[in-house]
């Protein structure tokens, strides 16, 4: 198994021809650092001249080997991102049928039954933009005619106590899944449960808002160190999850 470690995005093969820029980080939450226990999140952001991705998971924390099931995740992304390159007519249960075989063939040898994890990804080929999640988690979609944010995740079941999740058996119904043109958008951002579930409702659109304004003249390496910053100290008592956050933002014209 390819693996991606959690707290550490790949080299990406950048060119002119990218459309976005890309960013992201994690950090161990307090309680995993406490019992010495591994980042149970991972990421992944990929960019060419054709294509470009942006994928998150989180590692089921009643599951032993979740951390390999997130890193897993973003290796399946990467791979699916090639193959809709190759067969671009692929339909969107083909798309997410390929991830999830990519998946449980990165996790061979292991037991599935304790590699669960959730994921959420933006993939674009060409002018096309294909964002899916499972699980928890938010994505948020920021377009052109407008300056407030979209949160694109639907609200969970409060009544329901189990986490959908990858899981040795596909289930299509599970996902949320939709289709983007690029010159529609401006950018995406989505971020693990370890943040979503600690902002409230109303607060959210600020919350991205700002980074979103905030991060948009900056580079790469300096967005980087911003979020290293706030993550690190994240203000809410108590907190004790792994946090990650990965985005594409439209780049700057020069």
């Known amino acids: 198994m390819t693996g991606i470690n959690p ?12 459309i976005f820029k890309q960013f992201g980080h994690s950090e161990i939450g307090p309680l995993h650092k406490k ?23 989180d590692g089921l924390g009643s599951h032993t080997l979740s951390q ?12 699916l ?7 671009p007519e692929l339909s969107a249960t083909d798309l997410l049928t390929m991830f999830h075989q990519n998946w449980l063939q990165n996790l061979a ?3 599935i039954s304790q590699c669960g994890c959730t994921i959420l990804m933006v993939l674009r080929l060409e ?8 699980g928890d988690g938010l994505s948020v979609l920021f377009r052109n005619d407008t300056s407030e944010p979209e ?42 449960d370890g943040i979503a579930d600690d902002l409230e409702l109303g607060q959210q659109a600020a ?19 911003d979020i290293k910053q706030w993550l690190q100290h994240w203000p809410v008592p108590r907190h004790s999850d792994d946090k990650t956050l990965v985005a594409m933002m439209v780049k700057e014209a020069s």
């Open 7 to 18: 707290s550490r995005d790949k080299e990406i093969d950048r060119d002119s021809q990218t």
């Open 35 to 57: 019992y010495q226990q591994p980042n149970q999140d991972a990421f992944c952001h990929y960019a060419y001249s054709w294509g470009e991705l942006i994928a998150l998971s």
């Open 68 to 79: 390999y099931g997130s890193q897993a995740a973003c290796d399946a992304a990467h791979r």
């Open 81 to 87: 991102l090639d193959q809709w390159h190759q067969s």
């Open 109 to 111: 040898g292991q037991d």
């Open 127 to 134: 002018s096309t933009l294909f964002w899916a999640q499972l």
């Open 151 to 192: 949160c694109l995740t639907r609200k969970s079941d409060l009544f329901s106590n189990q986490t959908e999740a990858l899981k040795e058996k596909f289930n299509p119904t599970q996902w949320q899944m939709g289709y983007f043109d690029v010159n529609v958008c401006r950018g995406f951002f989505l971020c693990s």
């Open 207 to 225: 919350f991205f808002k700002q980074l979103y304004i905030q991060y948009q003249p900056l580079t790469e390496q300096q967005i980087i160190v």
